[in-house]
């Protein structure tokens, strides 16, 4: 059999492992191999990006949501949260204050909101776009159909974070309740690569139901989907969902799947995720010492924060957009890392682009 030293050179050289070595590897490995994968992830990423760090401000516009996902806070069935929607207003007075502390990318991120028409949020688009011409925009607004993908690329966008949870059909169905399925998740995200997205698959860490098998399954799905980001973070259970009483996922094993996604795709844009920060003081820089190379502070207004709860202790700390930077630039400097002013579109993207 072949040991975990010897899959993660494998891994390193070849970018890739199949279903059984992947399993070994999760079951089997030990903190030395740890540190050897962590050592060829943070090298790879730095080949890849230097010390700079990507930073995307994350604008959570809305927290309706028509789904009942078991593990999401925003979940229909929480009659507990409070809801909001930011106009459009308030959207670009964040990008605003965003782009004044030196953002190059916002992500508009909200829950499955059937009462923001698809033409609104095309205007939305269309309004940063023109405001901020050398931002990209990011939408993070679950599944739809591919002309209203199509729609939202038409009026600007220019990537679109959709996790795909699990690649696990059984897995799936443990997370989710009927009508949202697996196979239309999917479809989703392949319906956006195809119209040209720059597109963010991922998974949690840890979540109820998941075994070393539907993780292979998982890195499996991410290497055969190519996407040009991948968000992994550990599931922190909510008190208001029906997974409350299950334990958090491990950080430890978060970073593991950081560093083993690095390398089984070395160009790829790897976030030290919010969850990972919230489950660990030092959780985001930890994530960058193991491979990420972005990070998404938040820019929602601070009276809203505290409703965009997906988890419990999720981080919404009184910080002002600007003092969470400077604060994120402390830390990072502490590590040897620093802030890129670019707006850090996918390698990938950036290759492509010259080839046309
Ligand atoms: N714990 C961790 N991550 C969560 N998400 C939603 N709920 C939780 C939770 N309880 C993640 C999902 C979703 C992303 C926006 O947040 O993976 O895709």
Redesign the pocket.
């Known amino acids: 059999m072949t040991g975990t030293k010897e899959l993660i050179e494998q891994l390193h050289i070849s970018h890739h492992l199949s279903h059984a070595q992947w399993c070994t590897l999760l079951e089997t490995h030990a903190p030395n191999d740890d540190r050897l994968l962590t050592d060829l992830a943070r090298e790879t990423a730095q080949a890849q990006f230097g010390k700079k760090i990507y930073i995307r401000g994350l604008i959570e516009f809305t927290n309706y949501c028509k789904n009942d996902c078991y ?3 925003i979940r229909r069935s929480n009659r507990h949260a409070q809801r909001y929607r930011l106009s459009q207003e308030d959207i670009l007075a964040c990008c605003k204050e965003g782009y004044t502390l030196g953002f190059r990318t916002f992500v508009l ?1 909200g829950g499955e909101d059937v009462g923001i028409p698809d033409a609104m949020l095309c205007r939305m688009i269309a309004a940063i776009k023109q405001l901020y011409p050398d931002c990209a925009v990011t939408l ?1 607004v679950g599944e739809r159909e591919h002309a209203v993908y199509q729609s939202f690329f038409d009026a600007g966008a220019d990537r679109f974070l959709l ?1 795909h ?1 699990t690649a696990n059909d059984v897995h799936y169905r443990t997370l989710h309740p009927a009508p949202l399925s697996l196979e239309h998740r999917k479809a989703c995200l392949w319906d956006l690569k195809s119209i040209g997205f720059q597109v963010g698959a ?3 860490v840890g979540s109820p139901g998941q075994t070393y098998e539907t993780i292979a399954e998982d890195l499996l799905f991410l290497q055969e989907l190519q996407p040009h980001m991948v968000g992994i ?6 008190c208001e969902t029906p997974f409350r009483d299950y334990p958090a996922g491990s950080v430890e094993t978060t970073l593991f799947l950081l560093s083993c996604v690095r390398l089984m795709l070395p160009h790829v844009l790897l976030p030290a995720t919010t ?1 990972l920060g919230s489950a660990s003081a030092n959780g985001r820089e930890q994530g960058i010492l193991a491979g990420a190379n972005v990070v998404m502070p938040n820019l929602s207004p601070l009276s809203v924060r505290k409703k965009y709860m ?2 419990d202790n999720k981080i919404c700390t009184g910080d002002e957009s600007a003092q969470a930077v400077a604060h994120l630039k402390q830390s990072l400097a502490a590590i040897g890392y620093e802030l890129s002013a670019d707006r850090g579109d996918s390698p990938l993207m950036q290759a492509q682009k010259k080839e046309s």
């Open positions: 593990y999401c806070g991120q993070s996790r949870e991922g998974f949690m973070g550990p599931f922190l259970p909510h969850a997906l988890y």
